[in-house]
């Protein structure tokens, strides 16, 4: 899951592999991959910034929600 909070932070440029659906809800995109061995597997999100300083943003993987802050350097 990819809150909306997320895009206004960062702008995603490609991501590998590419979700079989995207669900578009209130709150961001929900996201779903194909994993046909069912043992987790690994997505990788490219992304640009879309400014410098302090962001806070929501995350979800499955069921999982994540509140996370960094911050961006110029």
Partial sequence: FLSNSFAEVFQVEDIQPLPMRTV?????QR????????????VTIHLRAQSAGSASFNLGIDSELMSLSCFIFP
């Fill in 24 to 28: 578009i809800e209130a709150g961001g």
């Fill in 31 to 42: 996201l779903f991959f194909d994993n046909p061995g069912n043992d987790g597997g690994m």
